[in-house]
């Protein structure tokens, strides 16, 4: 170890802001895999960096991948005299900490957007102050509404001509089938939110909609089907609640299926957290790194986010989200349904919190017990109901019962 490694051990860094953290991220990531330059010229310029220091190392980079130069935190430091930085308060262990750091260098898009909106956040703040300081309002107005222009138009990705229809169907039709995760159930970057009362049993389904493809059944017909690898991020509950609700799952579903689910089924426990923390979202990520599941269920979510009452507290949440969804998986989201009910005492299934959720997902859906009981047996029915139009065609079973072999069976004919 050289005596900079040992310096960069010892040292510890100083509390930083999270919009700090992202342009370091960004930073870090690049200087970890260069080829990731591309991602992040997609979303940020230099400009686009609150600190000017960064924004010239981030200028001088893409100077560097231009030239052919390769790029790592030695690489850079080496530079930072010319680019005026060397000396203004960062160091070769500064650069080796933002390496290090960086949760993961997949979701550096993630970062990289985070920057581009404190950016625009920055822009916007400014011409309303120039508006609330106008001494000639008109030509004050006439200036801000060019700035406003110009902001726009630099946070638009329309950098390329519409394409006519023409060209979207030149594409061969063979290119368009399913990427299926489970056959007619979810494909890859499906977002599946499925909503409850409490104790309904929606974490159950989740767990079964996990489990069985893991073992290469169907989780609604129970038919043989190409195994998956599946990762939980459980949120609520404990492993000994795990190992009480999933041990004669488990069992089941190794003797009918193609293999054991057991060594295909990765489950985190967290505590109530928030998604939208660096350090929450990059463990889930370092997560899907090691694991590579095709399919990721997570939830609940109130216990994932910050309160979200409007557009504006979940859109942060809904970017993490979604940056779990850019890996290539499919995901499902356990989530809590309001607390509203009908004039006839039917609860409302639509997701609690801000009506982005109603937008958000592929499909949206909800479990609610019926008032009435199957013909046969007597079992008590439930409702798979939909709380928003699904944006694809997906044949789901409208009506479920507590089975005798699996947690949740669909009733035939429904």
Request: overall charge negative.
């Amino acid at each position: 170890m050289s005596e900079n490694d040992d310096a960069y051990a010892d040292a510890a860094p100083a509390p930083v802001s999270t919009g700090a953290l992202h342009e370091r991220f960004v930073l870090g990531a690049v200087m970890s895999d260069p080829r990731v330059l591309r991602d992040v010229q997609a979303e940020v310029v230099p400009s686009d960096f609150e600190d000017l220091r960064l924004a010239a190392i981030y200028r001088g980079i893409i100077g560097m991948v231009a030239a052919g130069e390769g790029v790592d935190y030695l690489s850079v430091y080496d530079h930072l005299r010319d680019w005026d930085v060397r000396g203004a308060g960062y160091d070769i262990t500064d650069l080796a900490r933002w390496v290090q750091e960086v949760p993961t260098t997949a979701n550096v898009g993630f970062y990289a957007r985070q920057v581009r909106e404190r950016a625009l956040a920055r822009s916007l703040a400014t011409v309303g102050r120039s508006l609330t300081d106008a001494t000639e309002p008109g030509v004050v107005l006439q200036d801000a509404i060019t700035r406003l222009t110009e902001i726009r138009d630099r946070d638009t990705h329309t950098s390329t001509p519409a394409r006519t229809l023409r060209e979207i169907l030149a594409v061969p039709e063979e290119e368009d089938t399913y990427d299926w995760v489970i056959p007619d159930v979810v494909e890859r970057r499906d977002r599946l939110m499925l909503t409850a009362g409490e104790g309904v049993g929606k974490s159950v389904m989740l767990r079964q909609l996990a489990v069985l493809p893991a073992a290469g059944i169907h989780p609604f017909t129970f038919g043989i089907v190409e195994p998956i690898r599946a990762l939980v991020v459980d949120v609520e509950n404990s492993e000994r609640q795990w190992r009480r609700a999933i041990r004669r799952m488990a069992d089941e579903a190794a003797m009918r299926g193609r293999r054991d689910p057991r060594d295909h089924v990765a489950v985190e426990f967290l505590p109530k957290s928030d998604i939208t923390q660096a350090q929450i979202l990059g463990g889930i990520h370092r997560r899907i790194d090691e694991v590579q599941p095709d399919l990721v269920v997570v939830g609940p979510l109130y216990r994932l986010a910050p309160a979200m009452k409007d557009e504006e507290d979940a859109a942060p949440v809904l970017e993490a989200l979604d940056s779990i969804r850019e890996r290539g998986v499919a995901m499902l989201i356990e989530a809590h349904a309001g607390h509203e009910t009908s004039r006839s005492g039917i609860r409302n299934l639509r997701p609690r919190g801000s009506s982005a959720l109603l937008g958000w997902p592929e499909f949206g859906l909800g479990l609610q017990k019926d008032k009435e009981t199957s013909s046969y047996g007597g079992f008590q029915k439930y409702s798979l109901v939909r709380w928003r139009g699904d944006r694809d065609a997906r044949p789901f079973p409208a009506k479920f019962v507590r089975g005798q072999t699996w947690p949740w069976e669909p009733l035939a004919g429904y």
